[in-house]
């Protein structure tokens, strides 16, 4: 049972260009979460999605930002006009329905020049 | 919202001493507490649990204790190795009304274990 993924593992961007990530969950799971880490810091929580729906996006800047989880795919975190303080880990997580555990995957790396 | 603290932000410990991070979060509703342990460019890997009907979990070397009154949490490993060197995170999360939400996590806690 493969775990949660997550491409592309590195990313690089200048500023002004948009960011794709993608989140495949594990196998069986229909939430996703995903978190950014800042170098050096926490996880803080962006955006909480079901299959085609947005949960919980409070942590998620109103501005560049977006987040899908289609019926078919992955889900895609959008980051629209980058700037260098978008530079961070972004990890996403999922979870089964009615299960509070959340598994991460191994994160996208994003450097903005 | 809710707030998660941790305890210390760096933690060194001699090769079999145990080492014990603490957690205080302020929602009163929250009823899910995970530790995460997260190495160098990894993932957060969930190595504990502990949900608000229980005091206390203990795995092998790793226990999780919780006092709902105080609203603290923490985590205790026993006789720690060099592989225990990481960064933990504490998080709290609850239950809404057809899911469980977000996960808080605290600042993390820089472990590091001398042979």
């Known amino acids: 049972n493969a775990g949660v993924m997550q491409n592309p593992r590195h990313l690089v961007r200048r500023r002004g260009q948009e960011a794709r990530l993608r989140c495949s969950p594990m196998k069986g799971h229909s939430h996703v979460y995903w978190y950014r880490q800042l170098p050096e810091e926490g996880l803080k929580f962006m955006v909480y999605?079901?299959?085609?729906?947005?949960?919980?996006e409070s942590g998620m800047p109103k501005e560049r930002f977006s987040a899908e989880f289609p019926k078919e795919g992955p889900s895609i975190l959008r980051i629209q006009q980058v700037v260098r303080g978008d530079s961070a880990a972004y990890f996403c997580a999922s979870s089964r329905d009615n299960q509070e555990t959340q598994y991460f995957g191994p994160g996208t790396r994003l450097l903005v020049l | 919202g809710e707030n998660v603290e941790q305890h210390p932000s760096t933690l060194s410990v001699q090769e079999g001493d145990s080492a014990v991070i603490k957690c205080t979060y302020s929602d009163s509703a929250s009823n899910y507490f995970p530790w995460y342990k997260q190495e160098l460019g990894k993932r957060p890997q969930l190595i504990i649990d502990?949900?608000?009907?229980?005091g206390e979990k203990k795995d092998q070397r790793i226990a999780v204790t919780l006092n709902k009154t105080a609203k603290h949490f923490s985590l205790h490993i026993t006789e720690t190795q060099p592989e225990d060197s990481a960064v933990y995170f504490c998080?709290?999360?609850?239950?809404?009304?057809?899911?469980?939400?977000?996960?808080?996590f605290g600042a993390g806690t820089q472990v590091v274990v001398t042979p």
């Open positions: 502990i949900r608000s009907n229980v």
């Open positions: 998080a709290a999360s609850k239950r809404g009304t057809d899911s469980w939400g977000k996960l808080q």
């Open positions: 999605l079901q299959k085609e729906n947005i949960i919980d």
